[in-house]
């Protein structure tokens, strides 16, 4: 079985440039999560998709950040403009639905410097 | 709100050493814990889980038991090995309608031969 995949692995910008990150979820889980993990700190949520529905997006900054998942499958995350403190690993899992027995699977994550 | 604390790192052990990496939490429900693991230049993966008070989870030689009278949920393996090195992270789901996963800072584990 194929597990999360993410895109690309490796991102280097410059302050106030966009970026975009690509997930593709575990196929047939519904519930997608995308998470941001700073160096020496344990990974943050940032927004739950339930299919194609936000079921919690509250710690998203969501004056530069943005996410969709159109047709409830692969999902893309968005920094538009970048800050320096954006300098993180963005990580994407998913499970077959939420819910605290339903395991949750981690992509490799995609790594962002910004300059 | 609710957070783990996890000890500090990094922890650095010999081959076949007992480990334990002390976790204690704070929630206002009874949440379900986990303890993740990540192998370096490799994604996070459950080690471990436990869903109610005193339920012991277990997996590849680590174990670590849910106490609700000392809110912890401390890691340990009896003999570990040089393929254990990894970062190891507690972690929580509040339960009672919110299925947000809170993570602790994680905890460096070099095991040397």
């Known amino acids: 079985e194929a597990g999360v995949a993410q895109s690309p692995r490796y991102k280097i910008i410059e302050k106030r440039q966009s970026v975009a990150f690509w997930c593709n979820p575990i196929s047939g889980h519904a519930t997608l999560y995308w998470y941001q993990q700073i160096l020496g700190q344990g990974p943050k949520l940032l927004i739950q998709f339930q299919n194609n529905g936000v079921v919690d997006d509250s710690q998203l900054p969501k004056d530069r950040f943005s996410a969709e998942r159109l047709k409830g499958v692969d999902s893309t995350l968005k920094i538009q403009p970048a800050k320096l403190e954006d300098s993180a690993v963005y990580l994407c899992?998913?499970?077959?639905?939420?819910?605290?027995?339903?395991?949750?699977?981690f992509g490799p994550g995609t790594r962002l410097t910004v300059l | 709100g609710d957070s783990v604390t996890q000890m500090e790192g990094p922890v650095t052990l010999s081959e076949e050493a007992f480990l334990t990496i002390n976790c204690t939490y704070t929630a206002t429900g009874y949440p379900s814990l986990f303890w993740y693991v990540q192998y370096p230049g490799e994604g996070l993966q459950l080690l471990l889980k436990?869903?109610?008070?005193?339920d012991k989870g277990s997996n590849k030689g680590f174990e670590a038991t849910y106490r609700k009278e000392t809110t912890s949920f401390h890691l340990e393996k009896g003999s570990v090995q040089v393929s254990d090195s990894a970062v190891y992270f507690c972690?929580?789901?509040?339960?009672?309608?919110?299925?947000?996963?809170?993570f602790g800072k994680g905890t460096k584990l070099s095991v040397i031969p």
């Open positions: 972690a929580l789901i509040p339960g009672a309608g919110s299925y947000q996963l809170t």
């Open positions: 436990a869903t109610k008070a005193d």
């Open positions: 899992a998913s499970s077959l639905v939420g819910g605290s027995n339903n395991e949750q699977f």
